[in-house]
């Protein structure tokens, strides 16, 4: 007994500690140097950084991330998209690249982490196959997307999806679009250039930090993303009859905004209950005419519902429309639901890239789990050309798009020696 315990105490321990093999982990300290230097362009008094894309800051730490990918023995290049692209050859040139890396372009008043750990992962990577002489069969192409945070750009131009009026919006560096990606290097008249076709790129990676506290609560070393979800968005009309808020008595009223109250509360437990991880949210509301004499008389307000399966975001929507009837026949109340063009469809990874990255994870000791991305990243319009897997590290307390985010450089480390074991599996045919 005693010597049995022993063992499972052995075996817990190496299952949970942050253990690495040395030979093949990436190096924490110089990843976190990188990343603190990376921080100081466009860095704000507050701790964080305000790099938009396509801003003065932006295009400095652009230059810095080329300097490193030569560093690491890539060739680099500007896409017309103006995504930064650092290659080396394979020994087999009649095979397509993998091709692994993130974002360096933060919200206004961002971290240091979102991003930045994906690019500096994708570098050290490289940087260790090249310090170790190791030359892969497949090219690999470190990346480092255009104006992630302003609406994916160089990944959709990547994946044939930037279309023209996408380019004339305005970003928040002041310039549109098709003048940010001129300003960094790229040919928004070329676009199609930049576009690779299913089939051109063997496999590709994304390593970023969770941006939700699953994996810190947890403990957890690594996430293994099963997908982005999809997010479909209506307006729900709600209309009852407006009337003196003195003079109708309580049993008289049609009220508008006691229907929507117990919406919102149908649409919280209804998504609450269901077993699943969809969301539902209500997030913006507004009365008609909006007085606090006057019994509402109309209510619009918003409903967005998010999950990984479509056929589960319209099971949610069903129930609701469902109970929606219920509610205004008991409440006298009409209720419509307008579903707007604005909808992300769910971004599964490649199953067969979540079987490689548990492994790669397995192999190095460190404890995993499966896992959905709320947030929208790059990968989503890369799953629709190639491959796609993600790699998620541990955010402090789940903080993001703030400067109070943090991955410590174990963390990071973590993540991206996973990404190395998970590149060098593809490279020796783990995906066929
Ligand atoms: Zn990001």
Known sequence: MPSRFVFSLLLLTATTAHAQAPEISADPDRMEQRILALGRFGSNPVGGVSRVAFSDADIAGREYVQDLMREAGLTVRIDTAGNIIGRREGSDDAL?????????????????????????????????????GIVTQHPIEVVTFTDEEGGLTGSRAMAGKLTGATLQLMSHAGVTIEDGIRRVGGDPDRLDVSR?????????????????????????????????????WWEVTIEGVANHAGTTPMHKRR????????MTLAINRIATELPGRQVATVGQIEAFPGAPNVIPGKVVMSLEIRDLDSAKMQQVFDLIAAESQRIARTRGASIRFDELDLNAEPAPTDQRMRRIISASAEGLGLTFKSMPSGAGHDAQDMATIAPTGMI????????????????????????ASVLYRTVLAIDNGALE
């Not at 240091?112 to 940087?127: F, L, P, R, S, T």
């Not at 009220?255 to 109250?261: K, N, R, S, Y």
């Open 96 to 132: 397509a690249p993998i091709m692994f890396g993130s974002h360096i372009d933060s919200v206004p008043g961002g971290g240091n982490y979102d991003g930045d750990v994906g690019v500096v992962g994708a570098i050290e990577v490289a940087q260790m196959l090249y310090e170790r």
């Open 196 to 232: 690779r076709k299913p089939g051109e790129i063997a496999a590709f990676i994304e390593l970023h930090i969770e941006q939700g506290a699953i994996l810190d609560e947890e403990g957890v070393d690594i996430g293994v993303v099963e997908g982005i979800v999809g997010i479909r």
């Open 255 to 262: 009220d508008a905004m006691v229907t929507a109250a117990e």
């Open 392 to 415: 998620f590290v541990p955010s402090k307390d789940g903080i993001s798009h703030s400067p109070k985010e943090f991955t410590s450089a174990d963390d990071m480390a973590n993540g």
